[in-house]
């Protein structure tokens, strides 16, 4: 059974930073391209960030500069380091990984809540 878990969020003052993981077990991740999607309450899923399995990284425009992606293959984990946070980056962040055959998200966690206050 493929599992992702996502830890590290919590509740953090704006300007704070945060670093947000995910581990997952029941299948290797290295050869999977990493993403980090979000969604706020009444508001559509967001891409944030993802990484390829030879770690090329993209960004979304809105966290741009302030959020790292970042890949650790042996710990099988991937992770977002978010500084400068802002209130509207509250949102439960979800980790998602694909393979390289499929055109859609294989496997999704079940997400970790970050919120950030003015």
């Known amino acids: 059974q493929v599992q992702q878990a996502e830890s590290g969020g919590r509740s953090v003052q704006a300007g704070g930073s945060l670093r947000i993981s995910c581990a997952t077990s029941?299948?290797?991740?290295?050869?999977?391209?990493m993403g980090w999607i979000r969604q706020a309450p009444g508001k559509e899923r967001e891409f944030v960030s993802g990484?390829?399995?030879?770690?090329?990284?993209t960004y979304a425009d809105s966290v741009k500069g302030r959020f790292t992606v970042s890949r650790d293959n042996a710990k099988n984990t991937v992770y977002l380091q978010m500084n400068n946070l802002k209130p509207e980056d509250t949102a439960v962040y979800y980790c998602?990984?694909?393979?390289?055959?499929?055109?859609?998200?294989?496997?999704w966690g079940q997400g970790t809540q970050v919120t950030v206050s003015s």
């Open positions: 029941g299948r290797s991740i290295s050869s999977y391209y």
């Open positions: 998602a990984a694909r393979s390289s055959i499929s055109t859609a998200w294989n496997y």
């Open positions: 990484i390829t399995s030879g770690g090329t990284t």
